[in-house]
C-alpha cells in the first residue's frame, strides 16, 4: 500500500519563518521540514524538496492498516484497523534507503528500501517472535537468509526464492543439522544429517501414502535413512562440518551487521558534551554547605590536622 498522495488537510512547516506559525496551510508552498495530516488521516512528518516530495528522513503513520508479511497477515491486519508507522528514510517521495516499519499486527521490519518495497538486506519480526533476516527482493524473501523459530529453537539457513528456502540446512536446538532440498521451506528429496560426534546419516524424505493409490499422500514426509549409511562414524570431516553448522554463518552475520549499522547511521546517539577539567573542579559556593567527609576520607583528614 503506497503512501498519501492526494490533497493535503493541513501542512505545519517545522522551520523557517512559518514555525510556529497559526496559519493553517492546505498545500506545500517551499521545499523544507514540515508535518502534514493528509485528507485520509495519515501524517508525516520530515523533509520536502524543491519538488514538494518526501526526500530525506521522516516518520510517516497510517491511519488504517497496511498489509504485513504475507495475506494472512494483511487480512488480519484489515480486521484490527491499527495504526502502522514508517520511520527512515524517504527518495523523492517513496521508502527508499533505511526504514523501520511497524505493521498493525505486531510485526517488524528493519532494512532497506527501495520504490516502496523491502529490497535489500532487512530483518522482518513476527507478532509470535519468528524472524528472518536475510535478502529481500519486491516485498519477498529472496536469496541468501535464516529463519529463525522461537518456540522451537531451530533455524533455517539457505537460498530463498519467491518467500520460501528452496535450498540450504535446518540447524536443530542441538546444532544437529540437515542439508537438502526444502519445498515450501519443509525437507523434501535426497539429503544429509550431520552431528556433533562426527556421525552422519545419508537419506531421504518421503510422503507417507495411503489406500490403493500409492499416489495419494497422507500428512507429511519422513526421513528414510540409507542403511550403508545409518549412525555410521565418518570421522573428523564430518565433526568439523557439523561444528560449522551453526545458527549464523559468517555471511547472516555480515548481513546483521550490515543492518545495524544502517540503522544506527538512521538514529545516532546523541552527543555528549565533556566538560572541561576547571568546569568539573568547581568548588561549592560560599553559601553552600561542603559535603560531609565519607569513612574513608575521614582518617586521611586527621592526619592532615
Not at 53 to 69: A, D, L
Request: glycine share 14%; with cysteine.
Amino acid at each position: 500500500m503506497g503512501d498519501e498522495e492526494g490533497p493535503t488537510y493541513r501542512v505545519t512547516y517545522m522551520d523557517g519563518d512559518r514555525e510556529g506559525s497559526k496559519d493553517i496551510l492546505t498545500y506545500l508552498p517551499r521545499a523544507g521540514t514540515a508535518r502534514i495530516v493528509y485528507s485520509n488521516g495519515d501524517t508525516f512528518e520530515g523533509v520536502f524538496n524543491e519538488m514538494k516530495q518526501r526526500h530525506g528522513k521522516g516518520v510517516y503513520s497510517y491511519s488504517k492498516s497496511v498489509g504485513g508479511e504475507d495475506e494472512e497477515e494483511e487480512e488480519e491486519s484489515t480486521k484490527k484497523n491499527s495504526v502502522a508507522v514508517y520511520t527512515g528514510d524517504f527518495r523523492f517521495g517513496r521508502k527508499e534507503g533505511f526504514g523501520k516499519m511497524k505493521y498493525p499486527n505486531g510485526g517488524v521490519y528493519k532494512g532497506s528500501w527501495l520504490n516502496d518495497q523491502r529490497s535489500g538486506s532487512g530483518t522482518y519480526t513476527y507478532p509470535n517472535g519468528d524472524a528472518y533476516t536475510g535478502r529481500w527482493s519486491d516485498d519477498i524473501k529472496a536469496g541468501r537468509g535464516s529463519y529463525s523459530f522461537a518456540g522451537k529453537g531451530s533455524t533455517l539457513v539457505g537460498t530463498w526464492e519467491n518467500g520460501t528456502m528452496t535450498n540450504g540446512k535446518w540447524v536443530q536446538a542441538g546444532n544437529t543439522s540437515y542439508h537438502g532440498s526444502f519445498n515450501g521451506s519443509t525437507p523434501t528429496g535426497n539429503g544429509v544429517f550431520y552431528f556433533k560426534s562426527g556421525n552422519v546419516v545419508e537419506g531421504k524424505y518421503e510422503s507417507k501414502t495411503s489406500g490403493e493409490d500409492e499416489e495419494e499422500t497422507n500428512g507429511p514426509s519422513s526421513f528414510v535413512a540409507s542403511a550403508g549409511t545409518l549412525a555410521a562414524g565418518v570421522g573428523t570431516n564430518a565433526a568439523d562440518l557439523a561444528n560449522f553448522c551453526e545458527r549464523d554463518p559468517d555471511e547472516i552475520k555480515e548481513i546483521q551487521a550490515e543492518i545495524a549499522a544502517r540503522e544506527l547511521a538512521l538514529n545516532p546517539p546523541p552527543v555528549v558534551e565533556e566538560k572541561g577539567e576547571e568546569e568539573s573542579k568547581e568548588e561549592p559556593a560560599a553559601d553552600e554547605e561542603a559535603p560531609p567527609a565519607t569513612e574513608e576520607e575521614a582518617p586521611a583528614e586527621a592526619e592532615a590536622e
